[in-house]
């Protein structure tokens, strides 16, 4: 089988780390500070879910409930590394077009690493680390019962 083939096991890993995506993007939207701008930080984390999902948790779900529980977790740190580098990324882009670094692109990719060590702070809260953690071992078991039952 193509592993670019849609199946159930990959369906339901997309949707399961995008839910999960959205609900740990609302916990981390409770820490940010007020001015920050939160329009797109559950949908763009829902959508990273959808990708991380499909592209990674669905394609080697089925091998049992232990692999199912490191998966998820891996999941879920892919999830947060996606998010960080988007979101450092926008950052930076924004800055650079203020003209926040002279020109200099080598200084712009220093500073979004440093954006991205700062945004680890909101990441970093117990809640939000729970649901990364339960949350990833949980849809980690459930898709690979998923992919199990209909492969």
Known sequence: MATN????GKLFAAVFVAILGYI???KVGGHLPEEAQQVALRPLSALFG???GWRFLGRRTGGGVTSGVGLGLTSSVAL????L???SGYEMVVRATRMAYGGDPFAALQDMIQIALDMTEFVAHQDVL???VLGGMTVGVLVDLVARRWS
């Open 85 to 87: 580098i988007y979101f």
């Open 80 to 83: 947060v590394l996606i998010s």
């Open 130 to 132: 729970t649901v990364l």
């Open 5 to 8: 083939m849609p199946t159930m």
């Open 50 to 52: 959808l990708i991380v």
């Open 24 to 26: 740990a993007a609302d």
